[in-house]
C-alpha cells in the first residue's frame, strides 16, 4: 500500500498510433479537479516496429508532460486473457508501490479493470460519439499512404490520398513521426570524436546490407582548403553533404525500393568544428543542425575505446575524449536517441545489425573516466 496521500490515477493503452480519441481521455483524466497524478501505461505485445512503445510514450510526452508515462516490461501477449491483461497491471503497481484511486477508459472492459486493482472506473466517450476514430482505422489510412507509390520514390507524402483523414485525426507531431519511419530508406548515421571507427563502419554496414553510405564531405572539404576555413565554408559543407545525402537516398529508392542509407556524421558535427575552429555558426548551420533530429532514423556513437590514429590532420587522444563527451552531451540536450557501439569491427556491426532488428544492445554501458587536466 502507498503511503502518498496524492488521488492517482491511470490510464493503460497502446496508443498505436495516438489520435484525438485518445488525447480527449487523456484530458478529460488531467482535467480531473479531484486527481493529483496521472499514470499512462503504453504498451503492446508482439509491439509494432515502426512505432515503438517507447516512441509512442515519448507522443504523450511531449503532449502532455504534466502526466508520468511508462513503458512495463515484459507485457502479456496482446490476445492473453482479460485476467492476465489485468494481473500484469495490478502486479506492475505493486512493484512500484503505487496505489491507483481511479481508472479512465473508453472500453467496455473498463469497469472490470478498474474492480480488479480497486479502483473507480470513469468511462469517457464509450459510444465513440465525439471521436469516432480507432487505432486500427488509423494504421489502415498510414499503411495506405506507405504504399503509394510517390512516398516509396521522393519520401513525400503531401499529396498522399489518406493524408486529409489522417491529419484530421492525428496530432500534426504524430503525423510527422509517423511518416518520417515510413519512408522506405532509413536514414542511419554515425557520429563520434576524430579516429573513433566511423567511415569505417559505415561503408562497412553498406557492404553488409548491400546499400550505399554518404561519406564525410566536410573531411574532403577541409584538406582541400589546407584547414583555414571561415563560418561560409562550414555551411557549404553541411548543405553539399546534405545534397550528397539526398542524391543516394533517391537512388536507393529508385534501384533497391527500401534499404538503409549509412551516414558519416551530418550537420551536428560541423556545427561543432564550426564553433571549436572558429567560435562561432551562422543562423542556417543552426537551421541544418536542428533538423537532424528529425531528419535521420538511428543515431549511432562510435566509441573511443579503440587505438588513436594520427593522420597528419586530427589532434591527439586526449582531445578525441574530450570531444567524445561534448558530442554525447550535445545529443542529450537536444533529446535525440542514440546508441553507443563498442569494440572491434565486428563487434560494432553485430550491435548495429541488433538495432536496426529492433533488438536491445547486450553490451553493458562504460563508466565515465576522467580524463585528466589538460596537458
Known amino acids: 500500500m502507498s503511503n502518498d496521500p496524492r488521488i492517482t490515477g491511470l490510464i493503460v493503452g497502446k496508443f498505436a498510433p495516438l489520435h484525438k480519441g485518445h488525447q480527449y481521455l487523456i484530458e478529460t483524466a488531467l482535467a480531473d479537479p479531484t486527481l493529483d497524478r496521472l499514470l499512462v501505461l503504453v504498451y503492446a505485445n508482439p509491439d509494432f516496429p515502426w512505432m515503438s512503445s517507447q516512441r509512442r510514450a515519448g507522443w504523450i510526452r511531449a503532449l502532455y508532460p504534466q502526466a508520468e508515462v511508462y513503458v512495463p516490461e515484459n507485457p502479456p501477449p496482446d490476445d492473453a486473457d482479460d485476467h492476465t491483461q489485468r494481473e500484469f497491471v495490478k502486479e506492475w503497481l ?3 508501490k503505487l496505489e491507483v484511486r481511479k481508472v479512465y477508459t473508453s472500453e467496455g472492459y473498463g469497469p472490470g ?44 507524402w503531401e499529396n498522399s490520398h489518406s493524408q486529409a483523414r489522417l491529419t484530421q485525426w492525428v496530432h500534426p507531431q504524430v503525423v510527422r513521426d509517423l511518416l518520417h519511419w515510413l519512408d522506405p530508406v532509413k536514414k542511419v548515421v554515425f557520429l563520434g570524436a576524430e579516429s573513433t571507427g566511423k567511415t569505417t563502419l559505415t561503408q562497412r554496414m553498406a557492404q553488409e546490407f548491400g546499400s550505399l553510405f554518404v561519406h564525410e564531405y566536410g573531411r574532403e572539404y577541409y584538406e582541400r582548403k589546407g584547414g583555414k576555413l571561415v ?19 533517391l537512388e536507393l529508392a529508385h534501384t ?68 567524445q563527451g561534448l558530442i554525447l552531451h550535445d545529443l542529450d540536450c537536444r533529446g535525440i536517441e542514440y546508441s553507443v557501439v563498442r569494440g572491434s569491427l565486428e563487434e560494432r556491426v553485430e550491435q548495429v545489425k541488433r538495432v536496426l532488428a529492433g533488438l536491445p544492445l547486450d553490451t553493458p554501458p562504460s563508466s565515465p573516466r576522467h580524463l585528466g587536466p589538460r596537458p
Open 94 to 96: 505493486a512493484q512500484h
Open 113 to 156: 479493470f478498474a474492480q480488479h486493482i480497486g479502483a473507480e472506473h470513469v468511462s469517457v466517450d464509450l459510444q465513440r460519439e465525439r471521436f469516432p476514430i480507432s487505432g486500427t482505422q488509423v494504421r489502415t489510412w498510414v499503411k495506405e499512404i506507405a504504399e503509394s507509390i510517390e512516398v516509396k520514390v521522393t519520401g513525400t
Open 231 to 249: 563560418l561560409e565554408d562550414y555551411v557549404q559543407i553541411a548543405c553539399q553533404h546534405l545534397e550528397l545525402e539526398n542524391r543516394a537516398r
Open 256 to 323: 533497391k525500393g527500401s534499404s538503409y542509407l549509412f551516414v558519416d556524421t551530418n550537420a551536428l558535427t560541423t556545427l561543432f568544428f564550426s564553433y571549436y575552429y572558429n567560435q562561432g555558426g551562422l543562423p542556417r548551420l543552426h537551421q541544418l543542425a536542428n533538423a537532424c533530429k528529425e531528419r535521420y532514423h538511428y543515431f549511432f556513437v562510435c566509441d573511443d575505446d579503440i587505438p588513436f590514429e594520427q593522420d597528419g590532420w586530427r589532434d591527439n587522444a586526449v582531445w578525441r575524449g574530450r570531444m
